[in-house]
């Protein structure tokens, strides 16, 4: 008898097209070295001798050629004679990231964050009550209604009436307003360990979540070093550590003063850092201790927590190093804010974070 026989496909690297195989790699090489075309170039080339990722039918020229041509980076070189990422590799970057750490996400349905409170949503319950004026349209259920009216009016009769309406409970839509500060001190690249790389592609990633599924809420980037100042979101790949202590006071009065002007009343930081603060400005001086906790800069560093619960803004803290002495700092600031702590690794870092901003949304009413 003739029939079919199954095997497991296994894809031949053949089947991809070679500018996107490429490309992926490209992405990632880009955000490790800043936004440096010519440098993530040289270190594709390298891989490519080692790993024999072009051929005779398609190289590194023609690579080149198609991401200007199809407007990853630009054609025209800068003043320093350099290529440099377009708008779309920016965006490109972005969604890679949230592909990348936010993967689940694909299985989900597309909603908005609810909380416990029912009223007028977006987010529809089980529960149905009849029809109040006032009540929006879209919630009406139509199936309902017309059983409702089917059963008092009969079909020789028909006629559907308001009485009939029957509407869909819904939960409020959570805003929030976050503000997220990432740490790029020195140590985010000592001990041989990039830590900045990953900070940065869960940034990028929180980003294109909420532009893309969240698009009322609203996420301010700054970054802290010996001062604090904020990024834009175009400019995260570009991202980089410098020879900085950390000044987590300018981190956080910054980030106060940038939700003091969000009208939404729901509103949180999220601190990703891997060390304790070293500094604090007084005046136009700057005070440094990088050895143990400084009792001048952990009482201004808890002083700036307290306000923050007074204030009703939650900090959630992601300290990426395991130091006990450092989760002594990190548990006296969560319980001065009475906020949240994870210890997390590089590796679950996104999810963590996402899980998080998830669950914060949940719990806050809208």
Known sequence: ??????SEYIPDAGDEDPFERLLKVFKDLLVYTSGDVSEALSWLTELDKHYELTDDDYGMSDFIQDLMDQGYISNKRNENGLYSPTAKMEIELRRKALDD????LKKSKRGNHVTRQTGQGDEFTSEMRPFQFGDKLDNIAISESLKNAQINHGLDDFMLTQDDLEI???YYKSQMSTVLMIDIS?????????RITPAKKVAMALAELIKTRYPKDTLDVIVFGNDAWQIEIKDLPYLQVGPYHTNTVAGLELAMDILRRRKNPNKQIMMITDGKPTCIKKGKKYYKNAFGLDRKILNRTLALAVKCRKLNIPITTFMIASDPYLRNFVDQFTQANSGKAFYSGLEGLGEFIFMDYKDNKRKRKG
Not at 101 to 104: A, E, S, T, V
């Open 1 to 6: 008898m003739i029939g079919w026989r199954f």
């Open 101 to 104: 750490i936010f993967d689940q």
């Open 168 to 170: 869909h409970e819904t």
């Open 186 to 194: 020195h140590s985010m690249i000592l001990y041989g360990e990039d």
